[in-house]
């Protein structure tokens, strides 16, 4: 399975997910590279995260967006948006995005 990419040369090219080097393979400078940016543990703590944050929500959904319109494939009952725009949330219901009572700042 690949994932096809455009470069600023409008030329594509196809990244196979699957043919990937780890962490663990590359050389040491790299490794040290990124290892002043982020370290293996940080990573695998977002990772754990993320997993945890799953559970708790299950498969709703929440963005924060200027732009409804660029959610793709909302799900009725199961989106909640909060619009940077204009500072309304938002939840897709009946198939469209109905403006929710309460307010934040």
């Given at each position: 399975?690949?994932?096809?990419?455009?470069?600023?040369?409008?030329?594509?090219?196809v990244?196979?997910?699957?043919?990937?080097?780890?962490?663990?393979?590359?050389?040491?400078?790299?490794?040290?590279?990124?290892?002043?940016?982020?370290t293996?543990?940080?990573?695998?703590?977002?990772?754990?995260?993320?997993?945890?944050?799953?559970?708790?929500?299950?498969?709703?959904?929440?963005?924060?967006?200027?732009?409804?319109?660029?959610?793709?494939?909302?799900?009725?009952?199961?989106?909640?948006?909060?619009?940077t725009?204009?500072?309304?949330?938002?939840?897709?219901?009946?198939?469209?995005?109905?403006?929710?009572?309460?307010?934040?700042?």
């Amino acid at each position: 399975m690949g994932i096809a990419i455009m470069n600023s040369d409008n030329v594509t090219k196809v990244f196979n997910q699957e043919n990937k080097i780890t962490y663990y393979e590359l050389a040491p400078s790299l490794q040290a590279l990124i290892d002043a940016k982020a370290t293996i543990l940080n990573l695998n703590a977002v990772t754990n995260r993320v997993t945890n944050l799953e559970k708790l929500i299950g498969d709703n959904r929440i963005s924060i967006t200027d732009n409804l319109g660029g959610i793709a494939n909302p799900i009725n009952s199961k989106e909640l948006a909060i619009n940077t725009a204009n500072h309304v949330q938002y939840s897709y219901q009946n198939n469209g995005w109905v403006p929710m009572g309460g307010a934040y700042s």
